[in-house]
């Protein structure tokens, strides 16, 4: 499996259980997991340390060229570094999603990340979730993915992420910003987050981590 690249591309809204998944996927195939909302979080990260309005275009597009940014597998873990700085669960936070939609919906933004994503793609087999990775990334996939669950669902499963990293937050937040969130990510010009043609629709709706990832390596045996 080890001799060609692979590429899978797991496509979906907040709260689908992208990553966790991609995880365990790319753990099970001996593969690398690509998580490439950490890059729009970084951007919007920088972009609030400047006081910048994340929806102002050209503010924004002006702060691109200070913005080093470089992926890292340490342990199998990705690493963004942000101008040499290690961000950790920084990005994770409510206001940084926020932001990082916003930012994403500049094409600015998204031209500038793009060639790290297609690098990382071009020199490892992976498994890179995002919400362009079908339609824009990787469009010669092996197998792309749209997973999703309903809002509920989702919004709980973050819920529950979030209160397991001590952050408080209610619930009633968590489903609002995350339908906003949605909103934005597919409403927007640039790279809306839509399902490739060629996906094969998810819906985990009540499923469980297990049997979601064994459901996904199964596609992947049979289609690669
Ligand atoms: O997957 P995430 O929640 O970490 O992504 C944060 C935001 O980044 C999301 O609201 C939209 C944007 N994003 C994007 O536009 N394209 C991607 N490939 C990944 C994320």
New binding site residues.
Partial sequence: MQDRKIQIAIDGP?GAG??TVSKAVAARLGIVYV???????TVGYYVRSQNTDPKDREAVASLLPNINIEVKYIDGAQKVFLNGEDLGDKIRTPEM?MY??AV?AIPAV?AFLLDTQKDIANKNSVIM?????GTV?LPNADLKIYLTASAECRARRRYDELVAKGQKVEFSDVLREMNE?DE??STREA?P?VAAKDAILFDNTGMGLEETVDYIVSLVERTI
């Fill in positions: 907040g992208k990553s998580d490439t909302g950490a890059l729009y979080r999603s990082a939609s994403s998204r979730d995002g919400r362009d990775i990334i969130r934005n990510d790279a987050a």
